[in-house]
């Protein structure tokens, strides 16, 4: 009876663990689209700077309040190309930023893009709405953040040399 107690908690633990996804360390190879739904891949980030990627869905709360506070900090991003990513459509995506991301529309260094090809979860196994991945120029992951107040966690390494 012991074993069997033993093997169903290791099985459940090991169960647990395999659910739990953790952040990929390095940036996958993948195809977004623009708004204006020509095509967007790794190849084409930002060459030289740390790149931050914000996955978000525009009906999220979270979202919401995360896309707020990093208009409100962007002066604390303006050096790092920002991709902000979204499964839904181009409008909702619009209209969204329209809302919530007023300070950022039109600035330089951010690109809105769309998931239509749901490749985002898979390959960059974010944990929940919204997921904020910090990654060096080298595209490895510096830091990961999807609770929207820990936004200095984010911030932290992105003004760091």
């Known amino acids: 009876m012991k074993n069997v107690l033993l093997t169903l908690f290791l099985l459940s633990f090991i169960s647990l663990k395999t659910i739990a996804q953790i952040p990929s360390p390095v940036i996958p190879e993948f195809k977004f689209f623009r708004m204006d739904q020509s095509v967007f891949t790794d190849k084409d980030l930002a060459k030289g700077k740390k790149i931050f990627f914000v996955f978000f869905d525009p009906t999220c709360d979270h979202c919401q309040r995360a896309m707020k506070i990093i208009g409100a900090q962007y002066k604390n991003f303006k050096n790092a190309a920002i991709y902000l990513i979204a499964i839904d459509s181009p409008d909702k995506i619009n209209s969204f930023m329209d809302k919530y991301g007023q300070p950022l529309k039109g600035k330089k260094n951010i690109l809105l893009l769309q998931d239509k090809l749901n ?28 609770e929207p107040e820990e936004i200095n966690k984010i911030i932290k390494p992105l003004s760091a040399k």
């Open 119 to 146: 490749q985002f979860i898979v390959k960059f196994k974010p944990k929940k709405y919204p997921s904020m991945f910090l990654y060096s120029a080298q595209k490895k992951l510096i830091a990961y953040e999807d």
